[in-house]
T-cell receptor, first 114, second 114 residues
Framework: QKEVEQDPGPLSVPEGAIVSLNCTYS??????FMWYRQYSRKGPELLMY????GNKEDGRFTAQVDKSSKYISLFIRDSQPSDSATYLC??????????????FGKGTHLIIQP | DSGVTQTPKHLITATGQRVTLRCSPR?????VYWYQQSLDQGLQFLIQ???????AKGNILERFSAQQFPDLHSELNLSSLELGDSALYFC?????????????FGPGTRLTVL
C-alpha cells in the first residue's frame, strides 16, 4: 500500500461546478497537509496548507483534513477553465526542528469544461 | 514565477552518461530540496540541503549526488544514467529548512535518457 493514494482522474466537470479532490494516507504520523497545483510542464505551486484536522478556506478553495479517517479533501467553488491542472496532495510528519521532504500523491488531472 | 531557477530546461543524453542539474533558490532561502517526477512514481523527494549541509535523504539512488555551494545554489549530479532515470527533476527552496516551510518549486529540468 502506498503512503498516499490519490485518484489520477481525469476528472472533467463543467465551468461553475464545485470540484472535490481527495487523498487518503496510511501514515498516522502525518500532521501537515498541503495541496499543490501543477500546470502542464510547470513546477508545483502551493495552494493550501493545513495543520492537523479541520477546515481552511481561501477564496474559492477549501481544504479539509480528517485525521481519524486519514482523508483529506480540496474543494473548489465556482470552478473556472483556468483551474484546469493537476492537483497534488502532499504531507509531512515533521514540525519545526525536523527535516525531510514532502510525501506527495500522484496527482489528479482536473479539466474544467467552458 | 516562484523565484527559483533551474538550468537547463531540457537535457537529452545517452545511457551510461553523467549530467549535472543546477538550481538557484529564491533570494534569502537557505534550504534546497530536490524531487524527481516520473509518470509511474509521481513526485518523489530525493535530498535536502540547508545552508551547505546535507539535511535529509529520501529515495535517492547511489548513482545520484548533490551539493549546495556557499552562494546557496545547488547541483544534482546523475551518473551511469539508465533509461528509467528519464523524468522531470524539480528543485524547491524554503527559508528555514523544515518540510513544513512553504516550499517554492522551480520550473524543472526535463531529462531524457536514450
Amino acid at each position: 500500500q502506498k503512503e498516499v493514494e490519490q485518484d489520477p482522474g481525469p476528472l472533467s466537470v463543467p465551468e461553475g461546478a464545485i470540484v472535490s479532490l481527495n487523498c487518503t494516507y496510511s501514515n498516522s504520523a502525518f500532521q501537515y497537509f498541503m495541496w499543490y497545483r501543477q500546470y502542464s510542464r510547470k513546477g508545483p505551486e502551493l495552494l493550501m496548507y493545513t495543520y492537523s484536522s479541520g477546515n481552511k478556506e481561501d477564496g474559492r478553495f477549501t481544504a479539509q483534513v480528517d485525521k481519524s479517517s486519514k482523508y483529506i479533501s480540496l474543494f473548489i467553488r465556482d470552478s473556472q477553465p483556468s483551474d484546469s491542472a493537476t492537483y497534488l496532495c502532499a504531507m509531512s510528519s515533521h514540525s519545526g526542528g525536523g527535516a525531510d521532504g514532502l510525501t506527495f500523491g500522484k496527482g489528479t488531472h482536473l479539466i474544467i469544461q467552458p | 514565477d516562484s523565484g527559483v531557477t533551474q538550468t537547463p530546461k531540457h537535457l537529452i543524453t545517452a545511457t551510461g552518461q553523467r549530467v549535472t542539474l543546477r538550481c538557484s533558490p529564491r533570494s534569502g532561502d537557505l534550504s534546497v530540496y530536490w524531487y524527481q517526477q516520473s509518470l509511474d512514481q509521481g513526485l518523489q523527494f530525493l535530498i535536502q540541503y540547508y545552508n551547505g549541509e546535507e539535511r535529509a535523504k529520501g529515495n535517492i539512488l547511489e548513482r545520484f549526488s548533490a551539493q549546495q555551494f556557499p552562494d546557496l545554489h545547488s547541483e544534482l549530479n546523475l551518473s551511469s544514467l539508465e533509461l528509467g532515470d528519464s523524468a522531470l527533476y524539480f528543485c524547491a527552496s524554503s527559508v528555514v529548512g523544515v518540510s513544513t516551510d512553504t516550499q517554492y518549486f522551480g520550473p524543472g529540468t526535463r531529462l531524457t535518457v536514450l
